[in-house]
């Protein structure tokens, strides 16, 4: 149907196709993203994901690389989640075909040889520790893993999986994660913190040497190479020549640096964007090369990518990436070509694109001075259009965090919305990850004020340029943006409506 075609209704009364059994449909959600590289080339891609049509199960599936047909790995009575940190992440690694999973029930560590056998332990019952975030060197075949006893001590330690056997590599610090063997097996890194520190606030990254046995740390070799105060640093990985790399918010983004051989350190591919998020979550994946790799392309599709395996040498690359127009979806890309390759989706999703709306970031000018930012998503709907003279109405999103930000995938609760005349403004407060660190940083010690002023300032902006009817001003948000719209609703006088 044509634009001079299409039926006049008042806003918010447009019939659509997306109804409320579509919109809350029940989606899985990715969470751990690993490859298991042979020297042979037949790689497979494992990831795990949390399925709420299974009552919030997390499962792991793999898939060999050139094949598009999954294979469920979690059996039932099993769920391959951490609680270490409460927030978990790092649920999952693999070595040579072998699954090791925490287990959500009792959380230990479990081994599984392949989809259709039986998971075995290879961490001791009976006791207080969780486990996350391991890694298995090849070299020492021994694991690399956070343990944590609840109490709340918080270690580095290896494990033998075959005696269970535990030794403590590095204790003192409050908080760790991920703790990786250099390819050579010679030396170990990891990340710590300390209360009251959030791990988007001040990290250290850390380095030793490991024994020839790769069970102990060799004495007085521990050192720190980056981090500290106000500066947060995330997700080390050591190159096949050495070099150990990371991400860093030391120039106010996250940024890729590089600890040279000789201990130099260089930001290897500057820019004014971020490459990292908040660590709420153990994240395992292998980032940096990836998001290298695919700076330097041009695809074929349009998506914004979260986490990613390793670039593998025939030029393929495995991500977890979404669209304005896609779920989140598992998906293969080869660089060379810019050919992409579907996978699996979080949620099967088959409406006409003339009923979704395409967000534009907007900027807009907010209180003390400051500038905020936000998705705008226009009522749009291929068989209906507004009365001449009438405004639509709007709704305004707060994200949770509150140092999350608004997504940027296919999100069919705002669909909901905006095919039946309502616009909808997802908001990046100040406080939000995606703007640098300055930036993510403003809400010490305002919260509560600057995101309820970004999110009224957000309305107004659109009501002062016409976009929005200022009389039907509505807002929602969940976990902190729940709070933020509670604050609206009681300190402020923009809003006619709130639902959490």
Known sequence: MSASTKSVKPFGEWKTPISSAIATAKASRFQDLVL???????DVVYWSEIRFDEGGRTVVSSC?????????????????????????????????????FSNFSDQRLYKQLAPDSTPTPVTAADTSYRYANGHMSAKTNLIYIIREDHKPTNSVICLDPS???????????????????????????????????????DTELWTAKLTKSGDAIIEGSAKKIAGGKDVSVMIPRWTPSGEL???SDENNWWNVYESALDGSITNIYKMDQEVGQPAWLLVISHMIPTLLALEKKDFQHRFYFSSATELLKSGRVYCFAHSAIQVSTLISVNILDGKVEILRKSQ?????????????????????????????????NKDYEGPDGELPPLLVKAHGGPTSSATTSLQLPIQYFT???????????????????????????KWGIYDVEDCCAAAQHLADNKLVDKNKLCIDGGSAGG????????F?????????
């Open 245 to 247: 790399r990371f991400i």
């Open 419 to 445: 095919s039946r005349g309502f616009a909808v403004l997802d908001v990046n407060y100040r406080g939000s990850t995606g703007y640098g660190r300055e930036y993510r940083l403003k809400l010490a010690d």
């Open 64 to 100: 060999e690389v050139g094949k598009s047909e999954p294979k469920d790995w979690t059996p039932a009575g099993f769920s391959a989640r951490t609680t270490v940190h409460e927030y978990g992440g790092g649920n999952i690694f693999v070595q040579k075909g072998n699954l090791y």
């Open 348 to 380: 099967q999703v088959d409406i006409d694109e003339g009923y979704l709306s395409k967000f534009t970031e907007i900027c807009y000018n907010t209180t003390d001075g400051g500038k905020s930012y936000a998705n705008y998503y226009k009522p749009t």
């Open 483 to 490: 709070y933020t719209t509670l604050a609206c609703l009681a």
């Open 36 to 42: 298991d590289a042979t020297d042979n080339g037949n």
């Open 163 to 201: 005696t269970q056997q535990e030794k403590v590599l590095a204790c003192g610090a409050d908080f760790y994660s991920t703790p990786k063997v250099s390819l050579d097996g010679e030396k170990i890194c990891w990340v710590q913190w300390f209360h009251p520190s959030m791990p988007w606030y």
């Open 492 to 500: 402020k006088d923009v809003f006619k409506a709130g639902q959490l």
